[in-house]
């Protein structure tokens, strides 16, 4: 019996993948590696390059490893890009989901834990953002995450599905020197991608709501969030009871103005960064309370700021230098 992870081979679900490893559970992925890497997963881990648009490979997969959880990670995960490409967001995003859901259905696996995000909640007019917030996504991204968790919700009702949606906030840090986040929209890689060339990193948008005017994000180690995913689907796997979504969130905010800080102080290369306009659909603040992940998953904080920056560029630099 094993577990299969979506999007196993990308900056999250690998992490996810050697989390479980290491608990012990047993683990197989499918990842398009439309933005994943092949090297990310260990070659003892049973990988399937496809979509999961795919019904067929699905049920296939399935039944040749006795599948009996899924960790649902695969997506696109670009709030800012979404606005531009709606229609390719929910064909990933809730399509997708739908067709795994189906396969599911019809191959008896009744358990599923679901990679939902912040945002979810679009704006919040709150200082902490609980689960109970009320919700207002602001982007097809953060509109497509609230139909997946919708579609979990009533395929229990359907068929007596278990399932948890775990919302995730900013995911930053390397949990190991060879996994690392290459996406070019997120703040880490652009960063990092811009000292790395000699360019001038840059902000986007330094007129917000907020003490120095940048977008204010709860920032959490992504190795703390794979646990989160093991815990998760040990509650699923033993019967125990679980709350249908959990905010994955330090409850501590961070400007975008004081990550760049950070990173000057952990890299050593002093910069002041470019000013740039705003990305739409991003929201000025949204900071969570991570109270119920605490209670139930065993969630907590284990790095410092300083810590997620430094293991995140190490991962960076050992990657660009190719060893």
Request: aromatic share 8%.
């Amino acid at each position: 019996m094993a577990w299969l992870v979506t999007g196993g081979a990308g900056y999250i679900g690998s992490h996810v993948v050697r989390a479980f490893t290491e608990a012990g559970t047993d683990v197989v992925v499918i990842d398009d590696l439309s933005s994943g890497h092949r090297s990310f997963v260990a070659d003892s881990v049973p990988s399937y390059e496809g979509t999961i648009l795919d019904g067929e490979l699905l049920a296939r997969i399935f039944v040749e490893n006795d599948i009996t959880g899924v960790v649902h990670v695969a997506g696109f995960k670009y709030a800012g890009v979404s606005v531009q490409r709606p229609l390719h967001t929910y064909e990933q995003n809730v399509t997708a989901t739908a067709v795994l859901l189906g396969a599911m259905a019809d191959a008896g696996v009744g358990r599923i834990v679901f990679s939902s995000s912040a945002a979810v909640y679009g704006t919040p007019h709150t200082d902490l953002v609980t689960e109970d917030t009320p919700k207002d996504p602001q982007s097809p991204y953060g509109e497509s995450k609230l139909i997946g968790e919708w579609l979990l919700r009533d395929q229990e009702v359907a068929t007596g599905l278990a399932h948890t949606s775990l919302r995730y906030f900013n995911v930053v840090g390397s949990g190991a020197s060879d996994l690392y986040d290459s996406s070019p929209h997120n703040l880490f890689p652009m960063v990092f991608e811009a000292l790395l060339d000699g360019r001038t990193p840059r902000i986007n948008g330094t007129d917000y709501p907020t003490p120095d005017g940048t977008c204010v994000r709860d920032y959490i180690h992504v190795a703390d969030l794979a646990q989160a995913h093991v815990v998760a689907a040990q509650r699923l796997d033993a019967g125990e009871p679980i709350e249908a979504v959990y905010n994955l969130g330090s409850g501590d905010g961070v400007s975008v103005g004081e990550i760049m800080s950070t990173i000057a102080r952990v890299t050593g290369i002093d910069f002041e960064p470019e000013r740039a306009p705003r990305r739409p659909g991003d929201p000025a603040r949204i900071v969570a309370s991570g109270e119920k992940a605490a209670r139930d998953l065993d969630w907590r904080m284990r790095h410092t700021l300083e810590e997620m920056v430094q293991s995140a560029w190490d991962s960076r630099r050992r990657a660009a230098s190719g060893v």
